[in-house]
């Protein structure tokens, strides 16, 4: 964490080269995010203008896919605040994101650089960067790398999602809305330190399962994310 740039070096190219390549086993399914997306704006009444800046800039995952399918037909006060209320919840999980990166980003000066990278911050460089730095790595543009491909593949299929959404229906059809949490699973199994480590994973996941089951709409998200945090936080060493 204290180390000095001399030892541990700062974005490089060849860190963000290699975040990239981390990511590139993965474009097939953020393609199929972006196409979804896509396919639900234009369904919902979204010009193609729209559908392109909204991933561009909120840039937020399966949120963005969830909130747009959700839209209201008339924008009142009440429903922008529902909405804005919904986006909240789900995005809330970025706030235990960002902090567990700040062990990493915590003592780099290059700020702009730092809240940049955070902008870009999704859940799949999220967990590469983690396992990069649990092995060892310590240069941010590794993350930095892995959150432009993200972006890109994230907002380049948006265009053709929206011309083919006419064609392609519900793409729940297609079991699209499986495969965030097959990446997921995929990943947690190459972070696996033990079963005392993995309570953590454990009881967010039933209270996730368990708040779905009786409350229903998005509060598990952040149930889930809660139970698990103060859990892990009390087997960390």
């Given at each position: 964490?204290?180390?000095?740039?001399?030892?541990h070096?700062?974005?490089?190219?060849?860190?963000?080269?290699?975040?990239?390549?981390?990511?590139?086993?993965?474009?097939?399914?953020?393609?199929?995010?972006?196409?979804?997306?896509?396919?639900?704006a234009?369904?919902?009444?979204?010009?193609?203008?729209?559908?392109?800046?909204?991933?561009?800039?909120v840039?937020?995952?399966?949120?963005?896919?969830?909130?747009?399918?959700?839209?209201?037909?008339?924008?009142?006060?009440?429903?922008?605040?529902?909405?804005?209320?919904?986006?909240?919840?789900?995005?809330?999980?970025?706030?235990?994101?960002?902090?567990?990166?700040?062990?990493?980003?915590?003592?780099?000066?290059?700020?702009?650089?730092?809240?940049?990278?955070?902008?870009?911050?999704?859940?799949?460089?999220?967990?590469l960067?983690?396992?990069?730095?649990?092995?060892?790595?310590r240069?941010?543009?590794?993350?930095?790398?892995?959150?432009?491909v993200?972006?890109?593949?994230?907002?380049?299929?948006?265009?053709?999602?929206?011309?083919?959404?006419?064609?392609?229906?519900?793409?729940?059809?297609?079991?699209?809305?499986?495969?965030?949490?097959?990446f997921?699973?995929?990943?947690?199994?190459?972070?696996?330190?033990?079963?005392?480590?993995?309570?953590?994973?454990?009881?967010?996941?039933?209270?996730?399962?368990?708040?779905?089951?009786?409350?229903?709409?998005?509060?598990?998200?952040?149930?889930?994310?809660?139970?698990?945090?103060?859990?892990?936080?009390?087997?960390?060493?």
């Open positions: 964490m204290d180390a000095t740039p001399q030892q070096p700062r974005w490089t190219l060849d860190a963000f080269r290699d975040g990239a390549i981390a990511t590139l086993p993965l474009l097939p399914g953020l393609c199929a995010f972006g196409i979804a997306f896509g396919t639900v234009a369904r919902k009444g979204f010009s193609l203008l729209d559908a392109c800046l909204m991933s561009a800039t840039f937020s995952g399966v949120a963005q896919i969830i909130v747009v399918d959700a839209w209201p037909n008339q924008l009142t006060a009440a429903t922008i605040f529902a909405t804005a209320v919904v986006t909240a919840l789900i995005c809330s999980r970025f706030i235990l994101i960002g902090a567990s990166m700040r062990p990493w980003f915590g003592g780099i000066p290059e700020r702009g650089r730092v809240y940049f990278t955070l902008y870009l911050l999704v859940e799949p460089p999220w967990l960067g983690t396992r990069y730095y649990n092995n060892g790595g240069d941010p543009a590794f993350v930095l790398g892995s959150c432009v993200c972006w890109l593949s994230w907002v380049i299929p948006t265009a053709p999602g929206y011309w083919l959404g006419a064609s392609i229906g519900d793409p729940h059809r297609f079991g699209i809305d499986l495969i965030m949490p097959a997921f699973v995929i990943m947690l199994v190459s972070m696996w330190q033990g079963p005392r480590r993995a309570a953590g994973w454990i009881v967010g996941s039933v209270v996730a399962v368990v708040t779905a089951q009786l409350f229903g709409g998005f509060w598990y998200v952040l149930a889930g994310a809660l139970a698990g945090s103060v859990v892990g936080g009390f087997v960390d060493d």
